[in-house]
Every structure is written in C-alpha cells, then in structure tokens.
Nanobody, 115 residues
C-alpha cells in the first residue's frame, strides 16, 4: 500500500475557512475514487465527502453548502475547502481511496474550530 499525506489543518474561529490537502505518491491516485473522513475522539470515523476520478462529488448533509472537495490528478493531490466552519467540524481529517485498498491511512490533519 502507498501512503497519503494530509496537510492544511489548524486552529480557526467559527465562521472561518481552511483548505486541506491530500498528497499521493502514486499515479494510481488518478483512477481512484477518493474521500475525506472526520475522526472525532470517542466516535467512529465518518465520511465527509467523496470525489470520483472524473470529478463527481458527494457530501455528508452536515457539510453541504460549506465544504468543497476537488482534485488535481496531474499533481496527485486532493483538496477540501472548508468554509463557514463550526465547532462540530473539529477533529482529525483523513483522506483515503474509497472502495479500493491501494492506499494506507495517513497521519491525518487536525482541525480545531473555536466558538
């Protein structure tokens, strides 16, 4: 398996924005459906957004209208633009391929939204 590297997290006030990145080291990235997940302590990892190789997207109801997932296959990178952040968006964000097992879980990136 090949690892993914997440970055871009940080501390932000409610209503603020962050842009997360997910970098892959393998060109197989371009054919994978990719996803962002949120892990909150004591809770199961939840699916936040997905994007197919062709750019079709889905979102969890909790982030619709606020988050935008995108990808640049040439750069082997996926993004999550997070706007109008809320305290409940706090947690560790991970990226992963969806429905395949080419990539292993990365270390995640911490997002903390203060009220």
């Amino acid at each position: 398996q090949v690892q993914l590297v997440e970055s871009g997290g940080g501390l932000v006030q409610a209503g603020g924005s962050l842009r997360l990145s997910c970098a892959a080291s393998s060109t197989i990235f371009s054919i994978c459906t990719m996803a962002w997940y949120l892990q909150v302590p004591g809770k199961q990892r939840e699916l936040v957004a997905t994007i197919t190789s062709g750019g079709s997207t889905t979102y969890a109801d909790s982030v619709k209208g606020r988050f935008t997932i995108s990808r640049d296959n040439a750069k082997k990178t996926m993004y999550l633009q997070m706007n109008s952040l809320k305290p409940e968006d706090t947690g560790v964000y991970y990226c992963k391929d969806l429905g395949s097992y080419f990539f292993s879980w990365g270390q995640g990136t911490q997002v903390t939204v203060s009220s």
